[in-house]
């Protein structure tokens, strides 16, 4: 199974509020409330982490959960959010693309 990397769209507005993470895209005014274990992606979402890596090294250990189910769960939630174009998913780090 191939890593994929997960990066935040720029093409949204984002604040945390009372442990939540609040998402508006800027291109349809699509509205999100992140709970604290999406807040935890969307905050490591950088572009140069494996999903497989944040689900490893922040939610497995902080919620103590089971790392394949805690994967399968996240890759089900970035792939949502890439389709409203909140999240960018890609099969290298960012920016390797080219290299």
Do not use: C
């Amino acid at each position: 199974m191939s890593d994929i990397f997960v990066s935040r769209s720029s093409d949204v507005a984002a604040r945390m509020l009372g442990g939540e993470m609040m998402i508006m895209s800027v291109t349809d005014s699509t509205f999100f409330s992140l709970d604290e274990i999406a807040s935890v992606i969307w905050n490591a979402a950088n572009g140069a982490v494996a999903l497989r890596d944040i689900v490893a090294h922040e939610i497995v250990p902080r919620f103590e959960v089971d790392q394949e189910v805690a994967y399968r769960d996240a890759l089900e939630f970035v792939e949502q959010l890439a389709q409203h174009g909140i999240l960018r998913i890609g099969d290298a780090p960012a920016g390797a693309e080219h290299k």
